[in-house]
C-alpha cells in the first residue's frame, strides 16, 4: 500500500456510477463528507459511500467540479506518477507524423486533467488550466525537461476554466529559453507561423489539423468561403488542394493582416485570395458569389451552459445564411467547439439551417480533433470540437420559384 493522502472524500449513497464507470470529474453534490480538507489542489483519497476505494484526485471546494481524478489505482501522486503519465503520452504521439507541431499532453485525456502541452518545433507551450495542474506543475515542467529536452517550455495559463478555478492568469518561462514571436511550424507540407505568446489558445488551432488536410484534399479548382478565419489556417490548406480562389472573412483586423503575410509567405498568388474585415453574419447578408466549398468554423457560441440555447440558434443563423450562398454540389463544413453544445444537438441545428434554405443535403462526414487529442471514452464533456462535411444535392421542393 501506497502512503494515503491525508484527505478522504466520500460520496453520497447511489452517486458513485459515473465516476467508477470512469468519468473523471466529481461534482460538488456527489460529496458526501470530506476529511481534513486540504487547499485548492491538493489529493485526496475518493471513496464510494460503502466505503469502497475509488481511486485518487486533486480537491478544489471552489467550483462545482470538486474531484478531478487521477488515478483509479493506489499509487502516490509525485514526480513518479506525473514522468509515467508523460511517458504514456509521448508513446502514442510517437506514431504519428506529417508535422512538428502537436499536442503532447489533452487534459484528461491524458489522465492529467488540467494540463495542455503542445509541441511547436522544439518549443512547448503549457496551460495548467485547474488547481490540481497548478499542484502539478513543478513535476510536469521536470518530466517535460527529462523526457523532450526543448528549446523552452512556455506558459499560457490563462482563460474562463483557470478563473473559475480561483486561479489569476500565469504566463511566461517556465524553463529555457523564451520562444520567439514567430514559431514556424511545418504541417502535411504547410508552412504556418505561429504566436506563442499571443495567439490564440496557445497560439494555433492544433486540433482541427486532420480537417485541414481534408479541405487540401477536396479544394481543387473550387471556389473557397472561410469564415471566421482567424490567422488564415484553412485559407493556406485549400490554396495547397489547388483551390482556383479563396476568401477568408474574419471580423479581427490583427489576424486578418496575419492571414494575409501566412498567404505571401507560403508563395500562393494573391490574385487567388480576397481577405475581408467583416462581421461573419453581416457579411453573409449581403449579395456574394457561390461558394463550391465552405468552412465555417467560429469561435465557442457557449462557454456556460445557460448559453446552450442561444448557442444553437447562432450555429443554426450561421449555417443557414451560409447554404444559401453555395454552388450546385458545394461542400459545407462546419464547426462547434463549444462544450455545451454536443454533438446531436450541432446536427440538428444545421439540419434545421439546411431545410431554411431550401438546401438538400447529404452527411459526408463527421468531423473532430486529430489523434494527438484523446479523449476518455466516458468524458463526453472531452469532446468539445464536433464538425459535419455536408454536401448539397439539390433545392427543397418547398423553396424552387
Known amino acids: 500500500m501506497s502512503e494515503a493522502p491525508a484527505m478522504r472524500i466520500v460520496l453520497k449513497p447511489g452517486r458513485d456510477f459515473a465516476v467508477r464507470a470512469g468519468h473523471p470529474w466529481i461534482f460538488s453534490g456527489a460529496i458526501a463528507s470530506v476529511d481534513d480538507?486540504?487547499?485548492?489542489?491538493?489529493?485526496?483519497?475518493?471513496?464510494?459511500?460503502?466505503?469502497?476505494?475509488?481511486?485518487?484526485?486533486?480537491?478544489?471546494?471552489?467550483?462545482?467540479?470538486?474531484?478531478?481524478?487521477?488515478?483509479?489505482?493506489?499509487e502516490a501522486i509525485d514526480a513518479a506518477f506525473v514522468r509515467r503519465r508523460l511517458e504514456a503520452a509521448l508513446r502514442w504521439r510517437s506514431a504519428l507524423r506529417g508535422s512538428d507541431a502537436w499536442r503532447l499532453v489533452n487534459g484528461e485525456g491524458d489522465q492529467l486533467p488540467g494540463v495542455v502541452v503542445d509541441r511547436y518545433g522544439d518549443v512547448l507551450v503549457a496551460q495548467f488550466l485547474t488547481a490540481g495542474a497548478e499542484y502539478l506543475k513543478p513535476w510536469v515542467v521536470a518530466g517535460l525537461e527529462a523526457l523532450c529536452a526543448p528549446r523552452?517550455?512556455?506558459?499560457?495559463?490563462?482563460?474562463?476554466?483557470r478563473r473559475a478555478e480561483g486561479l489569476a492568469a500565469s504566463n511566461g518561462v517556465l524553463a529555457?529559453?523564451?520562444?520567439?514571436?514567430?514559431?514556424?511550424?511545418?504541417?502535411?507540407?504547410?508552412?504556418?507561423?505561429?504566436?506563442?505568446?499571443?495567439?490564440?489558445?496557445?497560439?494555433?488551432?492544433?486540433?482541427q489539423r486532420p480537417n485541414r488536410d481534408l479541405v487540401a484534399t477536396l479544394a481543387a479548382e473550387r471556389r473557397v468561403l472561410n469564415l471566421f478565419a482567424y490567422t488564415g489556417a484553412f485559407a493556406i490548406a485549400a490554396a495547397q488542394g489547388g483551390a482556383a480562389h479563396v476568401t477568408s472573412v474574419e471580423n479581427s483586423a490583427a489576424a486578418l493582416v496575419h492571414a494575409e503575410e501566412s498567404w505571401n509567405r507560403n508563395g500562393y498568388a494573391p490574385e487567388r485570395a480576397t481577405f475581408v474585415r467583416a462581421d461573419v453574419f453581416e457579411y453573409l447578408r449581403g449579395d456574394r458569389q457561390p461558394a463550391d466549398l465552405i468552412v465555417v468554423d467560429p469561435p465557442p457560441f457557449a462557454r456556460r451552459r445557460v448559453d446552450r440555447d442561444r448557442a444553437l440558434a447562432g450555429y443554426k443563423e450561421v449555417n443557414l445564411q451560409a447554404l444559401r450562398h453555395t454552388a450546385p454540389e458545394a461542400l459545407l463544413m462546419t464547426f462547434s467547439c463549444s462544450q455545451h453544445v454536443d454533438a446531436a444537438a450541432f446536427h440538428g441545428a444545421v439540419a434545421a439551417a439546411a431545410a431554411a434554405a431550401g438546401r438538400e443535403c447529404q452527411l459526408v462526414a463527421?468531423?473532430?480533433?486529430?489523434?494527438?487529442?484523446?479523449?476518455?471514452?466516458?468524458?463526453?464533456?472531452g469532446r468539445y470540437l464536433k464538425g459535419l462535411l455536408v454536401r448539397v444535392t439539390g433545392i427543397l421542393a418547398a423553396t424552387r420559384r
Open 37 to 74: 480538507a486540504a487547499e485548492p489542489g491538493a489529493v485526496g483519497e475518493v471513496h464510494g459511500a460503502d466505503g469502497g476505494f475509488l481511486g485518487r484526485g486533486s480537491w478544489n471546494p471552489k467550483t462545482s467540479i470538486a474531484v478531478r481524478m487521477l488515478t483509479r489505482g493506489d
Open 152 to 161: 523552452g517550455i512556455f506558459e499560457r495559463s490563462e482563460g474562463n476554466v
Open 176 to 207: 529555457g529559453a523564451e520562444p520567439p514571436a514567430d514559431v514556424v511550424i511545418e504541417e502535411s507540407g504547410r508552412r504556418y507561423h505561429v504566436d506563442v505568446h499571443r495567439g490564440q489558445k496557445t497560439g494555433f488551432f492544433l486540433d
Open 366 to 381: 463527421r468531423l473532430g480533433p486529430g489523434l494527438d487529442h484523446p479523449q476518455g471514452l466516458a468524458h463526453s464533456e
